[in-house]
């Protein structure tokens, strides 16, 4: 079975932090390393989520391995790049092959979906035929506001621009009442089942000790209806790779697994694997 992560981070080598949150969970910091990896996984490619520059020259990625998303969050927005410019800067971006869309952190950003310095994000993203990623649910500081990635937020942008993919990231867990709905409500949304655990995995105990949570998933992901429309994702490197699609497989059926580890990704970022 060939497998994308349609959602996962890649970080410099400047700061030792992103090496140690490797390593915690089996891994290195490196494009090497995710090679060798992908490979005795059967990875075929991966989506990163851009949050670390707007520059087109530090998004070089091989492309034989990996797409990427921009990325619009709080630190790049508030590093002195005007607001009149993220237009013909996120578009610089979609004129590349290679970016396959654009990523948005609303919570992160406090700042809602609606706000206007997103309408031209939107209108480009249906222009070229690009999703637009956005992060929801749970964040990972607790000075972001949730009530900014609550998948409802997703559901008023996605239904006033038709027009325009989107792509709710980590299923908008914990919300997966609200996350179902709007899944299934609007047919210009897709989601990834990125981010949906953390660390290192002893899937049988995990299994029995979270069994109340792993009913909960796989019970609104059945009854979403949408495995057409769900992606496997990572979060990398928050996770271990072998041991998360261990995970991913026992919430979605084995006759959808082509679907969810691959098909849909293809399609809906684009990839043209």
């Known amino acids: 079975m060939k497998i994308i992560d349609a959602h996962l981070h890649l970080f410099s080598n400047a700061s030792p932090r ?67 410019r993220i237009p013909e800067v996120v578009e610089a971006h979609l004129q590349r092959k290679d970016c396959c869309g654009v990523k948005l952190y609303p919570g992160y950003n406090k700042t809602p979906l609606t706000d206007p310095m997103y309408e031209p994000v939107y209108a480009l993203a249906a222009q070229y035929g690009k999703p637009v990623a956005v992060h929801m649910g749970l964040t990972s500081f607790p000075h972001a506001h949730l009530k900014y990635c609550h998948p409802l937020a997703l559901d008023e942008v996605a239904a006033d621009h038709p027009s325009t993919r989107f792509v709710m990231c980590h299923f908008g867990n914990p919300f997966l009442d609200a996350a179902t709905a709007v899944l299934a409500k609007n047919p210009n949304v897709a989601a990834d089942l990125s981010g949906l655990l953390e660390g290192r995995l002893d899937l049988p105990r995990y299994l029995e000790e979270q069994s109340g949570y792993v009913f909960l998933l796989k019970s609104w992901l ?7 429309k769900l992606m496997y994702g990572t979060d990398w490197p928050i996770v271990n790779l072998g041991e998360y699609i261990a995970f991913i497989q026992q919430l979605v059926p084995e006759r959808h697994w082509e679907q969810v580890f691959f098909h849909n990704a293809n399609q809906i970022y684009g990839l043209g694997l």
């Not at 090679?35 to 520059?55: F, I, K, P």
């Not at 059945?222 to 057409?228: E, G, I, L, R």
């Open 18 to 84: 992103p090496e140690q949150m490797a390593q915690a969970v089996g891994h290195h910091n490196s494009t090497d390393h995710l090679r060798e990896a992908y490979s005795q996984l059967g990875m075929v490619h991966g989506v990163v989520m851009g949050n670390t520059s707007l520059e087109l020259d530090y998004h070089r990625y091989p492309e034989d391995l990996f797409h990427y998303c921009i990325g619009l969050d709080s630190s790049l927005l508030s590093a002195g790049t005007p607001l009149s």
């Open 222 to 228: 059945s009854a979403s209806c949408s495995w057409d």
